[in-house]
């Protein structure tokens, strides 16, 4: 087409045949032909909407939305904007992708390691769960989780899990306690305990290096993480009132609710993801190279160790990358949820623009939310990818 | 080695006892579970505690799927059903329902010629699966049977009925959307990998850059949705394009943007010499580009680009959201009479067997050829 093209001597004149030229034109019709096809495409879409009195802009963002959701983490009523509504859909969102990416990190990473474990049964289950759950439509695992989910008997004969956990078709109810200031002050001293015991694990590693003996950091940190918190719970005069769920006329009042809408989501992206994340593992501990692990046995380090300090820093570099495309593909997928009713910001968004006709604002909103929340997650795991990366001297 | 010190080795060799067997719990049938099933107190634990799960759970499942099974009722009376209904599965949905399920709202009559399309369909996988029929007459073939199923769907000539387009269901038109869906989308990524590389043109390079990574961050869903209901505000007044074809472009240009950087990462892969040899032979940019570097990329990419074409695939179910008629929404529609309602999982399973029938194959495909392709990496 242009530059690569074979070397001639330089020529003075600038004809066609120079690349520059010829760069320059074959961009100028490229870019014109494009940019044609969007000012016609624009044209129309100006004409059409003129044609359905469709106003575009997004003012209707501050009307009164009227729709209701099931579930909401803020305060939200059919009266708020639609504005507000989108805001509780992108909240559902995120609340459901950013447990899912837990959850499947975990099971991922047990699966990965089963399809790697010497015992015959439990690798060839764990390559079994791989196979199939890989090979099938997760919209279809969705509607099969949920149907599952609503085949439970309603909440008079609901099925009770070890003791106040109830299964039935209008959720799933756990107890939980009344949620005071005592128990926020505790959950603040868990986290200062984990960030302490973090400090403490790295100045052990510190007088290591400097000294070759390794303090103890088991013992304190579990005082840090455990004790800490306890303490401040005590102190604080150690309010525990159960809120059990209790069956009150035709439903369950009480206790926490899980949607059957939200758990048949998080069950099948967490599981479908999981067959992609274990895939991930299994190659990254498969990368690293068999004498690795001789030579860590060599210098008498226990197998737990051998995978902790050797393995798994090297094995890390392998995962980590196509664990992001995975992440990123649980957050987009997790998009399905209008198909089985999760209020997420699809399902709402697609609602307001039935409602409002708006339909371009609509899925500009759609598209923006997953451009942020993807870029976002994009960002922070190369941050960590760089942390993690072989560091050459 | 010197010749005494061979002899030396000889001699301590034939001096050898003759060779003992190994111990008996080492090897056969006893040696294989005690190294593979019972290694160690926790191995045993393991395997127990496995087996134990899988026999009950193997258990439950024949007793729900065969013993207490319902075949076949009769007519829509569904009673037999209703009375094991969690204890026994509801086969008589799929005996009843299952050409509804394959073939949607064709024509009943007709059924043989959706059938008659997902033999061709998967033929056609099957001969672009041989590395034999890797040359210029499989585009060939494409083009025709593309063009015999267009024939046999629509009707109207030869002889067939008409069939308009809002009747076709279930699993040709996910086969009619995979298929076209692949086949189109592979140039138009070539194009977009060979732009996203090019050092000359930046204007396009950034263009391409733009519109993978637009495509990349965004849910299939969103530009489905805008197929259904943005689409037909771009197009000028009275035309009108049906919407599995929107579904259709909507479903080429997001598998574009994924396969472009499948291809750009082959493209990256080939050695700057091979570029460098075929400028130094005065080949021009498409020569040197279609002869000597895309045929060695291609070759390299195929086993993700056929992991591409399962996520393709299994994709396609999303068409059901927008209210197209695909293999999952038609088992979603077939539980929708009341007399059906509650069997969802029955349907799901006969669903699931197909879409897993075709990517376990392909998967297992990909794996060989990868096998193939790199037979230095294998171990």
Redesign the interface.
Known sequence: MSGESPRRPPRQTLSLGHPIVRSIVWQAVILGTIGWCVWWLVANTMHNLEVRRIASGFAFLHREAGLPIGEALIDYSPENSYLRALFVGVLNTLKVAAIGIVLATILGTLIGVARLARNFLLAKLASAYVELLRDLPLLLQLFFWYSLLQGLPGPRQALALGGDVFLSNRGIYFPWVEWTAAHWAATVAALAGILASVALTRRAARIQEATGDRPHVLLPGLVLIVGLPALVFFAAGAPWRPDVPLLRGFNFQGGVRVTPEFAALLVGLVTYTAAFIAENVRAGILAVNWGQWEAAGALGLSRGLQLRLIVLPQALRVIIPPTTSQYLNLTKNSSLAVAIGYPDIVSIANTTLNQTGQAIEGIAIIMAVYLTISLSISLFMNWYNARVALKER | MNAPAHEAVQAVQSADPPMRPPPMLQTGIVGWLR???F?SWI?TA??LA??YL?VRYAIAFVDWAFINAVWSVPGQDTSACRAVE?SGACWALITEKHRFILFGTYPYDEHWRPALCCVIFVGLYLISANKRFWRRELALIWLVSLGAIGVLLWGGILGLTYVEQERWGGLVITLVLATFGIAFAFPLAIVLALGRR???????RA?CVVYIE?I???????LL??AS??F??????GLNIDKLLRAQVAIILFAAAYLAEVIRGGLQAIPRGQ?EAA?AL?????K?TGLIVLPQALRLVIPPMVNNF?GLF??T??V??IGIFDL?NAA?TSIIEPAWQ?F??EA?IK??II??VF??AM?KYSQRLEAELNPGRRR
Not at chain 2, 198 to 204: E, F, G, K, M, Y
Not at chain 2, 232 to 237: C, S, T, V, Y
Not at chain 2, 282 to 286: D, I
């Open positions: 190294a593979n099933l290694s191995s393991v395997t496995l087996a899988l969690g090019s050092t000359s043109l930046p204007a396009v263009l637009l990349r961050g965004v849910p299939l869903i969103s949705f805008m209901v943005m037909p505000l771009f197009l000028p007044e570029y400028e005065g080949l021009s940019y498409w040197k399962i299994k994709d179910s999303l059901l959201i999952l979603k509650g969802g999982v799901y669903v699931s879409y897993f990517c376990y998967s």
